[in-house]
């Protein structure tokens, strides 16, 4: 199994432009999150997916769509870049969907800069 | 807040040592988990620990989880140079679902 994977691995915008990065998991897992983290800080959930067809929003959510077509892919959205959005982003998935959340596996994760 | 705090915010020790990383919160919680995240890359699961568990170890890993203090401890024994990471905890809290809430972890450097 290849687990989560995260494309591209760098991207360099400028603000304004829009974008998609793409995660894509093979364990069949429901449980889909986008996460940012900023420098010295920890992870901020952006949406999360509790399966196909269903999205929602996490503590950070402007700025950023996603859908989710597909068990294995959870595509996130830029819209329209600004500076602000210059960050590392973590995809990561998990088994659990009902009560409590399960171990989550991280994607190696995407290194985004807005000038 | 919502999601744990971690003290200290760095920790520096000799190769050999125990490190001891704390885990504080302050919203009911249904598990808490600890991670690790080397420099640069993804963050790994460590320990995942239930509302109703008071312990739980995985090799040199030890953590503990005290509700009625609201609080968590990540106890790594003989510590290694490779052990050098940033450590997180996440808690899940009871109306929260599936969604997890970082800290902003502990920068753990092991002396060689």
């Known amino acids: 199994n290849a687990g989560v994977t995260q494309t591209p691995k760098f991207q360099v915008l400028k603000t304004g432009q829009s974008m998609t990065l793409q995660c894509a998991q093979d364990?069949?897992?429901?449980?889909m999150s986008w996460y940012r983290q900023d420098p010295g800080m920890g992870l901020r959930l952006i949406h999360y997916s509790v399966g196909a067809g269903i999205t929602d929003q996490g503590e950070v959510p402007n700025g950023y769509n996603v859908s989710r077509s597909t068990t294995e892919d959870f595509p996130l959205r830029l819209l329209s870049a600004a500076p602000s959005q210059t960050s590392v982003y973590f995809c990561?998935?998990?088994?659990?969907?009902?009560?409590?959340?399960?171990?989550?596996?991280f994607g190696p994760g995407t290194r985004l800069t807005v000038l | 807040s919502q999601q744990g705090e971690e003290d200290p915010q760095a920790l520096s020790i000799q190769e050999g040592e125990n490190a001891t990383m704390n885990c504080s919160y302050k919203t009911s919680i249904n598990n808490l988990q600890w991670y690790r995240q080397n420099s640069g890359r993804g963050l790994v699961h460590l320990i995942l620990?239930?509302?109703?568990?008071r312990e739980k170890h995985s090799g040199r890993l030890r953590v503990t989880l005290d509700t009625s203090k609201k609080s968590s401890s990540l106890l790594i024994t003989a510590s290694r140079a490779a052990d050098t990471a940033s450590y997180f905890c996440?808690?899940?809290?009871?109306?929260?679902?599936?969604?997890?809430?970082f800290g902003e972890g502990t920068q753990l450097t092991v002396n060689p």
């Open positions: 364990m069949n897992h429901e449980y």
């Open positions: 990561a998935s998990s088994n659990k969907v009902s009560g409590s959340a399960d171990t989550q596996y």
């Open positions: 620990i239930r509302s109703n568990e």
């Open positions: 996440a808690l899940v809290r009871e109306t929260s679902g599936s969604r997890l809430t």
